[in-house]
């Protein structure tokens, strides 16, 4: 069961796979933003290329729980993987994705000069971490 996580941003699209156990989150690429439906055609070529049965795409979620003008575009982003292939899209709350992906970057060491670059992939890790755990974390049937 992999898993493919999108973090949709304005220039960039980042792009994590999980592993095929559906257990730990992999960054992969990171994608310069065209245009929503080259976006679109170019995760779903991703999702193809790795097999998986699901695309988790992030969105940006306020403090009422509702969806931000990033969110909604990210939601977009989302209708438009649909119709390019035959897999469930979901959203996912990315919030705190940047954050855990700037710390990440810390946590590994990387000097200071080298942590300026973008962290699109690490931040759509972070994401893909998240929705894992949670499914992780889900009661299974006769347990």
Known sequence: ??????????????LAVSDPTGTIANPIAVIKHVS?????????QVARDYEVTRVIVGETLDEDNQPTPEGRRAARLAEAIRQQIDIPV??????GSTRAAQSARLAMGVARRKRRGHLDDLAAA????????ALRDLPHPGV
């Open 1 to 14: 069961m992999r898993i493919l996580a999108v973090d949709p941003g304005e220039k960039r699209i980042g």
């Open 36 to 44: 929503r439906p080259v976006d679109a055609a170019a995760i779903a």
């Open 90 to 95: 979901e959203m996912w709350d990315e919030s």
């Open 126 to 133: 972070y994401i893909l971490q998240t929705y894992l755990d």
